[in-house]
């Protein structure tokens, strides 16, 4: 099983809200990741936890704040957002991020935000 | 500075017409190449992993290579539900991020 859930499936936000996006993986995996992706372009690295520790943060902005609470789950806390932000949040997960193998990263579904 | 180039952009065929898509990549050292399907407003369905030059996989119709600049994704008499955006990506040496090319957005008429 190769499966990364995400919830919601959509989020409709105003600018001066505070929500949450989650994601969880059952496949023991110990790194996972944030990404965003606007329409027609890549996805664009957020963050990357490793052991439910932060390993990479991309310069994101701080009304962004990622969450490890274990090695299953992920969650990204959306505060003061700008329109701008509106985007498909993407988590993905790996096998591990240091170790010296190449490891797949399996993506969940995503969740369409959509800030107003 | 690693760089990922695909093409093309965008890609119509007709249902049963076979193609190669391209991904160009620069490197230090690879340490892994992937392919990813995308369908719109979805999430990238993972295709293959490819780690050495000379390197084969397939699933479906679907057939990746490897070569030490480049990779393919041929599509064997495609149908329409072969439509969707691939991606392609890298890995370098060490513990560094994936880096994305733009995709190739295929569309296959019945």
């Known amino acids: 099983d190769t499966e990364v859930t995400q919830t919601p499936k959509h989020l409709v936000m105003g600018m001066t809200n505070k929500k949450s996006l989650k994601c969880e993986q059952h496949m023991g995996h110990r790194a996972m990741y944030w990404y965003k992706q606007k329409a027609k372009k890549p996805p664009e690295l957020m963050f990357v936890?490793?052991?439910?520790?932060?390993?990479i943060n991309e310069s994101v902005p701080s009304r962004f704040s990622p969450e490890c609470p274990n090695s299953s789950l992920l969650n990204l806390h959306l505060h003061a957002l700008q329109p701008e932000d509106s985007a498909l949040y993407l988590c993905a997960s790996s096998q591990d991020w240091e170790g010296a193998g190449t490891d797949t990263q399996y993506f969940g579904p995503g969740t369409r935000l959509t800030v107003l | 500075e690693d760089q990922v180039t695909q093409s093309p952009e965008a890609l119509r065929l007709q249902e049963g017409e076979s193609s190669s898509l391209n991904c160009s990549y620069t490197?230090?050292?690879?340490?892994?190449l992937f392919w990813y399907r995308q369908d719109p407003g979805k999430g990238p369905e993972f295709l293959f992993t490819?780690?050495?030059a000379g390197e084969e996989k397939e699933k479906e119709r679907l057939k990746a290579t490897l070569t030490k600049k480049e990779s393919f994704l041929h599509i064997t008499a495609p149908k329409p539900e072969d439509s969707a955006t691939y991606l392609c990506?890298?890995?370098?040496?060490?513990?560094?991020?994936?880096?994305f090319g733009k995709g190739t957005r295929l569309s296959v008429i019945a």
């Open positions: 490197v230090s050292g690879l340490r892994g």
């Open positions: 936890y490793s052991y439910e520790k932060l390993s």
């Open positions: 490819l780690y050495s």
């Open positions: 990506a890298v890995q370098d040496s060490g513990n560094t991020p994936l880096v």
